[in-house]
Structure formats: structure tokens, C-alpha cells
């Protein structure tokens, strides 16, 4: 089945600057890729996600890369707020056979911004 | 109330006890999901529903039990749970393309997975 590595697990940087997160998968057949943030206590919302047609999007301070060759995506925030501070998780979608798609999610990254 | 709703918030429950959380969705969608999100494995998938019919079971023990009565409600039964189960369970909806050509789910502009609160449940 698929499986998410996520790193790192821990991320402090200085209000202002970039932060990447790195996720690898193992299933080739994967081909939807979100990313979600989870703010303390509350519940996980999707920021950005990408398919696999494509290698790269970008929403305002946040982007996606997608290398689907080395099977591992990347989330960038630039210019980072204190209000970015939460847990990131990534995900990777396979197909299921049946119906619905299943959503492999990594062991998530607590980002912390420091002022 | 918008957007997927989960009761009750909070549970605190005996290994003996049953219980049951709920779910519900106001968007529409047609397929549900129930999460465990603990410290050792943040979100785990348990359970997928697809037009009310359950796809996956991602080997999750017979003490949870769920039911999906329509597209807008998802149930989980609890029964003889254990200490460990303790964790902040998750219920998630979005809408899905059915491919009957190919029988596999087609990706579709909506793959999004709204999640609810969630309910922390402990159990003694």
C-alpha cells in the first residue's frame, strides 16, 4: 500500500522567512497530492493541492512542487507570518477500486514562527 | 449549521460502555471518511463510504462499527473499546467521480476532504 514520509517533523524559523516541507510517497499510482494545516485544537483545512499533470502551483505565499519521477512533493512558504504557525500534514490520493479515493497522510510537520 | 458537524465533541467512556459518534455533512458530497488522529499516528484513515456503500476498511478491530444510513450521515459504534483507542476521531466528506468505465474513482474538481471538528474521545 502507499506510504507518506514527511520531514521534518519539527520546523522554527524567523517571521519573514521561507519554510519547505518535504514529503516522499511510494505508490506510482498516486496522482493527488493536498496539503493541510492544522491550527491548535482546531480541525485540519486544505491550503493548496496538486495533481499529477502537474509540477508546480502557487498560491500567493504558498507553493507546491511536485516531482513525480522521484515520487516526492514539497511545500514552500515564503515570507512567513506568525499566523502560519501549526501543524502541516501532506497527503498522497490512490485510486480505490470501488469508489472513493483514499488519502495517505504523512506524520505532519509542526511549524512554528518565531516574531 | 455548514460544512460537516460532529457530535458529540467530547466522550469519555468505560472499556465496558457502548457509544456512538456522529456525523454529518451539509455539503452535498457523496463519499465519508472516518479518521483517528492520535500522537503516534497522526491521521490514520479508518473507513471509506462511497455512495453510501463502505470501499475500505483499513483493518481497523471489529470494536468499531460504522454505519452509513444515507450520503449526509456517518455513524461510529464503539463497543469494549480500549485505553489506547483514546485519540481525537475525525469524520471527513468530499465528492467523487465514479468512473464506470474504467471502475476506478476518476479524479474530479472537488476531490477535497472537508473534515468536522472532531470528537476527543478517552477512554477509562
Known amino acids: 500500500g502507499e506510504n507518506v514520509e514527511q520531514h521534518p517533523s519539527t520546523l522554527s524559523v524567523q517571521e519573514g522567512d521561507s519554510a519547505v516541507i518535504k514529503c516522499t510517497y511510494s505508490d506510482s499510482a498516486s496522482n493527488y497530492f493536498p496539503w493541510y494545516k492544522q491550527e491548535l485544537g482546531k480541525r485540519p483545512q486544505l491550503i493548496i493541492d496538486?495533481?499529477?499533470?502537474?509540477g508546480e502551483k502557487k498560491d500567493q505565499r504558498i507553493a507546491v512542487t511536485l516531482n513525480k519521477t522521484a515520487k516526492h512533493f514539497s511545500l514552500h512558504i515564503t515570507e512567513t507570518q506568525p499566523e502560519d504557525s501549526a501543524v502541516y500534514f501532506c497527503a498522497a490520493s490512490i485510486p480505490g477500486e470501488q469508489g472513493a479515493q483514499k488519502l495517505v497522510f504523512g506524520q505532519g510537520t509542526r511549524l512554528t514562527i518565531n516574531p | 449549521e455548514t460544512g460537516v458537524t460532529q457530535t458529540p465533541r467530547h466522550l469519555v467512556m468505560g472499556m465496558t460502555n457502548k457509544k456512538s459518534l456522529k456525523c454529518e455533512q451539509h455539503l452535498g458530497h457523496n463519499a465519508m471518511y472516518w479518521y483517528k488522529q492520535s500522537a503516534k499516528k497522526p491521521l490514520e484513515l479508518m473507513f471509506v463510504?462511497?455512495?453510501?456503500?463502505?470501499?475500505e476498511n483499513n483493518s481497523v478491530p471489529s470494536r468499531f462499527s460504522p454505519e452509513c444510513p444515507n450520503s449526509s450521515h456517518l455513524f461510529l459504534h464503539l463497543h469494549t473499546l480500549q485505553p489506547e483507542d483514546s485519540a481525537l476521531y475525525l469524520c471527513a466528506s468530499s465528492q467523487e467521480y465514479f468512473s464506470y468505465e474504467s471502475g476506478l474513482a476518476s479524479p474530479g474538481p472537488y476531490n477535497e476532504q472537508f473534515f468536522g471538528p472532531g470528537t476527543r474521545l478517552t477512554v477509562l
Open positions: 496538486i495533481r499529477s499533470n502537474v
Open positions: 463510504y462511497n455512495f453510501k456503500e463502505q470501499t
